[in-house]
């Protein structure tokens, strides 16, 4: 500030022996050579700063900005630190249920390991994203975060349940996956939101392995859930392997949960499905899966999940390898080859393949070895910019 204050000064009496020595120009310049340079700088500071505060700010006119220049690092993203890949792999992580044995079957997880898993990736650099963000790669996270996306199996009441607090009023129970995850989200509010709960038959009423409270009817849960942000995903009736199904017992059996969230979620239909066991529909009865209607209400299922990585593994919803109704998962767990573990390791040793945001989800900024991979149509709402890794010029 102080600085400014001077150059004013100084300017204002720069502009006043400029009136009065007229032609002595070049005595003045030398004379006040000092004073010019200062002026020249200062300028120079107050104009990066004021093009640095216009490109941060979230009303940013990115298209014009970007227009104009080649050289992507004269942009307010900066490449060569942050080396975003909006078209790199994106985790899907399959959870189900608390068993608070310390050994138990690999695709539970005892409350103590599912904080450790939160607190990793919140270390790591992972943020929490919706269904909805993942297919839409419209994710708005700080630039360099990797998005991340979370899903809870089977509709155990250890995943979900409510219980009433002093004032009788329904809340999320503490002892439930869902009740961690909010608890740790609300410690760390730069965690982001999101996560699917694929539902079969009476959702969160039962659990095997842990015998939690629970109170309040589907509505009051679905509800709480929807508010908190998360998806109601569609995990069949009778969680039956679809192998075996035809298409109208697929549609039968996707029907039914459908109109439970239906009519007890304020007509939100469900549009996301996990196979069960993983295990796809004969190719033929895939038409099923995707729309269908059961006692006169339709659905439509805009993506399936598979219960492990399957080729192309993980990849990105904008990639031409990606397949809506084939997306990988990969299990909550560590110590098994293509686990949850095993994925971060392997994207801590090979960074440059994991999604890294660029911070402004108007742009998707990509490097250019991608470019035959992404399939245009899913980027056209998008300003797309193609950059070389090694130059950080963009290419068209
Ligand atoms: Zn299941």
Redesign the pocket.
């Known amino acids: 500030m102080r600085g400014i204050n001077t150059l004013t000064k100084n300017k204002k009496k720069h502009n006043d022996d400029f009136s009065n020595k007229g032609n002595k120009i070049n005595f003045f310049i030398k004379k006040n050579r000092y004073y010019l340079i200062i002026m020249i700088l200062v300028i120079g500071i107050i104009s990066v700063v004021t093009f640095n505060i216009k490109h941060f700010s979230k009303y940013t006119n990115t298209e014009s900005n970007i227009s104009s220049k080649n050289k992507v690092e004269n942009k307010s993203i900066d490449y060569k630190t942050i080396k975003p890949n909006e078209a790199g792999d994106v985790m899907v992580i399959m959870y189900h249920s608390i068993d608070n044995k310390a050994k138990h079957f690999p695709w539970h997880r005892n409350k103590k390991e599912f904080k450790e898993d939160l607190e990793y990736m919140y270390k790591n650099g992972y943020v929490l994203i919706s269904m909805k963000e993942y297919l839409s790669n419209d994710i708005n996270i700080p630039a360099g975060k990797t998005p991340i996306l979370l899903t809870f199996?089977?509709g155990l009441k250890s995943c979900f349940s409510l219980i009433k607090n002093k004032e009788g009023k329904l809340v999320v129970n503490n002892d439930t996956l869902i009740g961690i995850l909010e608890e740790f989200k609300s410690e760390h509010p730069d965690f982001g939101s999101g996560g699917v709960l694929y539902i079969t038959e009476n959702p969160f009423e039962y659990d095997a392995y842990y015998n939690n409270k629970t109170e309040g009817d589907y509505q009051d849960k679905f509800r709480v859930l929807t508010d908190l942000g998360y998806e109601i995903g569609n995990?069949t009736y009778h969680?039956y392997n679809m192998n075996n199904l035809n298409k109208n017992e697929i549609m039968e059996e996707i029907g039914k949960v459908n109109n439970l969230v239906y009519k007890n979620n304020n007509k939100i239909p469900t549009s996301y499905l996990?196979y069960?066991y993983g295990d796809k529909p004969k190719e033929e009865n895939l038409k099923a899966v995707k729309n269908g209607e059961y006692k006169g209400v339709k659905y439509k299922m805009q993506s399936a999940v598979l219960a492990a990585p399957e080729p192309p593994y993980f990849t990105n919803p904008i990639n031409k390898d990606f397949d809506p109704y084939y997306i990988s998962r990969a299990i909550a767990n560590s110590g098994q080859h293509m686990d949850m573990y095993w994925y971060f390791k392997y994207y801590k040793k090979h960074p440059e393949k994991k999604y890294i945001s660029d911070g402004d989800n108007t742009v998707l900024s990509i490097p250019a070895n991608y470019k035959k991979n992404v399939n245009s149509e899913k980027t056209k709402s998008f300003k797309t910019i193609f950059y070389d890794t090694k130059t950080y010029e963009t290419i068209e």
């Open positions: 199996d089977d995990h969680h996990a069960p």
